[in-house]
């Protein structure tokens, strides 16, 4: 009896304990509290431009006095992130804020434990700029119900179209581009009259081709970018998962692509091709090449402006990318997530944090003109926004000097364009059939590339083996798995 | 007892070469063993926060890492042709080099010598990201150099990006261009290494230049050839994925005859970035050199007990 007295006073004991802790915490310290001097470590992707470091000091002369925190920047070179990125987020290195996104495998990442999980922190430490965060931007970035991604609120599409050059256009009478067929008449005539174009649609080794005419049929890749292997049809009833060759229209892709590819739009070798199309538009080796709207801005930027560059959107039904595309996170090895996140809530609603890290000190390295668009100094001391697309804010973000005049009108007409669609929320899960993945998108490389380019001899032998090395692959066992996470994200998500 | 008595006079007897000894011993331990219990991530499923040791193990006992090797029949061809590519270019850019280091020693003039063995070492300078971009102008169908060549001279245009056979060639001809002239140099120290009365009573006997370089040269080189070979055999499975990837890159109408284990590895992990998938790539490379340089020296040992490495 006495004994379990003792154990009942213990339990009630440990009961008060346990149901004070949090509030006592709470009582003793601001969560807010801002005492402690901390250094945060920030990574980005990109090239440290010249300047950096003289922003970073007056930066950090303004953090010190408002968050007494002083932050150091560290870049991640396009070269080397493949291997880098995953090394840093892997040696526990000290690291309070690195930029994340899909296409650096954001999801697996996550789910293997290299970021700390954010829905509990934001709400307390980027209380402000969360007002300004679209709910479904919370949702892309959760994973297995945890968000790990705080991520820019900037909209983009997912338009794919043909950037062609509107001065040979008009030499040619030809109608502006609207679809396909009127793109494949531009290509025509350039091939035919202009022999300095040596690659008419500025294909190479990844050219967007087949990615835009997917898009274009109402097909959606779960990877929620291009170069996918695995799509559903936005427009059925209830979606089915199937790879790219299994698509009922590929044939006629293939077709279409090899009658491309023998009219000579693009070379032989095209798949050896490395230098991009933007690059050899600039070159003046290309004269269109197939992207998005925001390739069409910089392109526009970028070149002489009596070429009259012009875009047009292929793919009739366009959603809002995933916010996921550009993100900053927080890793696990992060000693100050606190303070990292009261640092970042403050760039993303402060217009002076935002625009130093992002564009350098005003009348230094940039000004804005009247018109609100940004006027660089100097592009080879600080170009615009290094590596800064994990926080870059609607409200903030401005176009460059010599943006398309009619950029709002073309930014406007493609939000009237945008559909919803849930699935841009889907984070696809490779890591239960790792292996077979990673068989297919071997087998992609080599049997389907070529394909998707017209580069065939042969066009029924070569999709036969397509088929057949993609059944050896594990492609049945890879698409049962993912209509597995299709269908319970389909049964969880669709009203 | 008398064995471990044995061991402590012996260590006592050469103190200070042991002491000379340490720190080699001591780094290689440091820098070369330890690192090696890294290895066992290769048989786990990684997880970040976890770190290499505390990760659970993968499926399959371990081995599910290592199946996106075989999965698709890929592994057997892909480890033929890693092993036949670096025997073949090792053959025949060893065999040009000592045939390059032959002719510079022989040459009289002593400004041409130096020029020539300047430009043959040339391209060990270029990366091989250029040389992508060369061969690139040199090959491509519509205004490619061999190509204008050809028509120029009333032949017909090749495409030469499909047919794979032809880059087996194509990758040993850019393979022995940029490395012969770097190999040569070792070539040329053992050949003036030999002592120069061989050849002086060679030529007294009336030995003509094909005579000595029969009857001393090649016999005076023939250790350097076959260390050569024994440290180059334990590489064989380890493509030189540079030269690979920026001659080939994506092309995929290329990769039945020119895929090696590394571009195979780069192209299925490239999205993935699986810490544990490429690490059992490294280790069944690895495990599979080490069988095949034990095998070698142990063939050389049979045959040639003084050239074995060990």
């Known amino acids: 009896m006495k004994k379990a007295f003792r154990s009942l006073a213990l339990a009630l004991a440990l009961a008060l304990l346990m149901g004070m ?65 995953p090394l840093l987020l892997s040696s526990n290195e000290e690291i309070d804020l690195i930029y994340a996104a899909t296409w650096i495998d954001f999801a697996n990442l996550a789910k293997r434990g290299a970021f700390l999980p ?29 968000v790990y991604a705080y991520t820019s609120n900037v909209k983009t599409y997912s338009a794919y179209g043909a950037i062609v050059r509107g001065d040979l256009r008009e030499k040619y009478n030809l109608p502006p581009v609207t679809d396909f067929d009127s793109y494949a008449a531009y290509l025509q ?84 091709i490395t230098d991009d199309g933007g690059t050899m538009m600039k070159q003046g080796v290309a004269a269109s090449r197939v992207h998005n709207f ?43 997530p606190d303070r990292a996140l009261m640092l970042l809530d403050k760039i993303r609603t402060d217009a002076r944090y935002y625009n130093m890290l992002t564009y350098g000190i005003e009348g230094v390295d940039y000004e804005f003109d009247e018109n609100g668009f940004v006027k660089v100094a100097n592009q080879d001391t ?47 899960d490779t ?22 380019v017209g580069v065939s001899t042969d066009l029924d032998a070569d999709i036969a083996k397509l088929a057949e090395q993609a059944t050896a692959a594990g492609n049945d066992v890879v698409k049962a798995e993912l209509q597995r996470q299709v269908d319970a994200f389909y049964a969880a998500n669709a009203k | 007892m008398k064995q471990r008595n044995g061991f402590l006079r012996e260590m006592r007897r050469n103190r200070t070469l042991y002491a000379m000894l340490l720190p080699a011993v001591l780094l290689a331990v440091v820098i070369l063993y330890i690192p090696m219990a890294g290895l066992v991530v290769a048989f786990k499923n990684y997880q970040y926060n976890l770190g290499i040791f505390d990760s659970p193990w993968a499926k399959y006992g371990g081995f599910d890492n290592f199946r996106f090797l075989f999965i698709s029949g890929k592994g057997f061809s892909i480890t033929l042709n890693t092993a036949f590519y670096n025997l073949f270019n090792l053959v025949t850019s060893q065999a040009l080099s000592m045939v390059v280091a032959i002719v510079i020693t022989e040459m009289r003039g002593r400004i041409f010598k130096r020029a020539t063995q300047s430009v043959i070492f040339l391209p060990y300078f270029i990366s091989w990201i250029i040389v992508g971009s060369f061969a690139y102008n040199f090959f491509n169908y519509e205004i490619g150099s061999l190509n204008n060549m050809m028509e120029a001279l009333g032949g017909a245009r090749v495409n030469l990006y499909g047919i794979p056979g032809a880059w087996v060639f194509i990758i040993m001809a850019f393979n022995c261009w940029k490395w012969v002239g770097y190999n040569s140099i070792i070539y040329i120290a053992a050949i003036t290494s030999i002592d120069a009365e061989c050849y002086e009573a060679a030529d007294i006997d009336g030995a003509n230049i094909w ?10 080189v023939k250790p350097t050839v076959i260390v050569i070979f024994l440290l180059n055999i334990s590489r064989i499975l380890r493509g030189d994925f540079q030269m690979f990837f920026q001659l ?12 090696v284990i590394d571009t195979y590895v780069f192209r299925s992990l490239i999205s993935g970035g699986d810490v544990g998938m490429t690490a059992a790539a490294t280790l069944y490379q690895s495990v599979l050199c080490f069988l095949i340089i034990i095998a070698v020296n142990w063939l050389v040992k049979r045959t040639e007990p003084d050239y074995a490495l060990f």
């Open chain 1, 21 to 85: 802790l949090p509030a006592a915490a709470l009582a003793a310290d601001n969560p807010l509290d801002t005492s402690e001097r901390v250094e945060l470590v920030m990574y980005l992707f990109g090239n440290e431009p010249p300047r950096y470091p003289a922003m970073l000091e007056e930066f950090n002369k303004m953090a010190l006095e408002e968050l007494n925190c002083t932050l150091s920047v560290y870049f991640i070179g396009w070269g080397e992130y493949t291997t880098k990125y």
């Open chain 1, 118 to 146: 954010l829905e509990d922190l934001l709400p307390i430490y980027c209380a402000e700029s969360l007002k300004d965060q679209p709910p479904e931007a919370l949702v892309q970035g959760s994973v297995d119900g945890h």
């Open chain 1, 189 to 272: 005539a350039i091939v035919d009259n202009e022999p300095s174009f040596t690659d008419a649609a500025g294909g190479y080794n990844d050219p967007l081709f087949e990615d835009a005419w997917m898009f274009s049929k109402g097909l959606h890749p779960l990877t929620g970018s291009t170069g996918g292997v695995y799509y559903i049809d936005t427009t059925a009833e209830k979606p089915t998962v199937f790879a790219a060759h299994e698509w009922e229209g590929f044939r006629e892709m293939a077709e279409k692509m090899k009658d491309w590819s023998d009219r000579g739009f693009w070379p032989k070798s095209i798949l050896s």
């Open chain 1, 294 to 336: 925001d390739n069409y801005v910089s392109d526009y930027i970028q070149n002489p402006n009596e070429w009259k560059i012009e875009w047009t959107n292929l793919v009739p039904k366009i959603n809002h990318l995933s916010y996921l595309q550009d993100t900053m996170a927080v890793p696990s090895s992060s000693k100050h």
């Open chain 1, 382 to 428: 600080f170009a615009s926004e290094p590596g800064t697309w994990g926080f870059r804010m609607e409200k903030f973000h401005r176009q460059g000097v010599g943006a398309p005049p009619t950029y709002v009108e073309e930014k406007a007409a493609l939000e009237a364009a945008v559909v919803p669609n849930i699935f841009r929320s889907f984070n696809m």
């Open chain 1, 431 to 452: 890591a239960p059939v790792k292996n077979e993945y990673a068989a297919m998108q071997n087998v992609y490389a080599q049997y389907y590339y070529p394909l998707s």
């Open chain 2, 211 to 220: 005579r000595k370089i029969a009857y001393i040269t090649l016999p005076s």
């Open chain 2, 248 to 259: 080939i890159g994506m092309n995929g109408q290329l990769f039945n005859a020119t895929d």
